[in-house]
């Protein structure tokens, strides 16, 4: 069913659900797996002329060079190889680009599923994703086991006194 899967990353442990998941479901399906790290420079456009470019840049690529090292990790524990890309430019337009110029089947990526006023502030990669790409895309909700965890602690202690 699925020959190639993309998974997008922003080399946060959070998204690191969502590689998991592709790494299994190429397993499953005997896919290539694709992973992208997006260097989205236009957040940087803002930076006093000082500021030297080509440093924030290479920082930027490193981390990108980590995340993707990590979705390898993963993936080789589920026997997959990867093929990574660095990519430049508007995250969710070059994933949508690559996703369809590299004819994958599926893209797998991280949502944080924040809703409200949070979305209209912080935008929503994986919701320009959905709304723009001919690919099926499959998103994993991140960062839910911390909060539940909270939650449980929480609720656990409603009740308690605290020495």
């Known amino acids: 069913m699925y020959d190639r899967i993309l998974v997008p990353t922003d080399?946060?442990?959070?998204?690191?659900?969502?590689?998991?998941?592709?790494?299994?479901?190429?397993?499953a399906h005997g896919?290539?797996?694709?992973?992208?790290?997006?260097?989205?420079?236009?957040?940087?456009?803002?930076?006093?002329?000082?500021?030297?470019?080509e440093g924030v840049d290479d920082v930027l690529?490193?981390?990108?060079?980590?995340a993707l090292e990590r979705v390898e990790e993963i993936a080789s524990s589920h026997g997959v190889e990867v093929t990574s890309s660095i990519l430049d430019g508007s995250p969710s337009r070059r994933i949508v680009e690559y996703a369809e110029s590299e004819d994958c089947d599926l893209v797998v990526m991280g949502t944080h599923g924040r809703g409200g006023i949070d979305r209209l502030l912080l935008g929503s990669v994986a919701e320009g994703?959905?709304?723009?790409?001919?690919?099926?895309?499959?998103?994993?909700?991140?960062?839910?086991?911390?909060?539940?965890?909270?939650s449980e602690t929480e609720s656990a202690n409603v009740g308690q006194s605290v020495p």
């Open 11 to 27: 080399g946060s442990s959070e998204t690191e659900r969502a590689v998991e998941h592709a790494a299994e479901l190429a397993a």
């Open 31 to 53: 896919a290539e797996l694709h992973a992208v790290y997006v260097v989205n420079s236009a957040t940087f456009a803002g930076l006093h002329m000082e500021t030297s470019w």
């Open 61 to 66: 690529r490193e981390e990108g060079q980590s």
């Open 129 to 150: 994703v959905v709304r723009a790409c001919s690919v099926p895309v499959l998103t994993v909700q991140v960062g839910v086991e911390e909060e539940s965890a909270e």
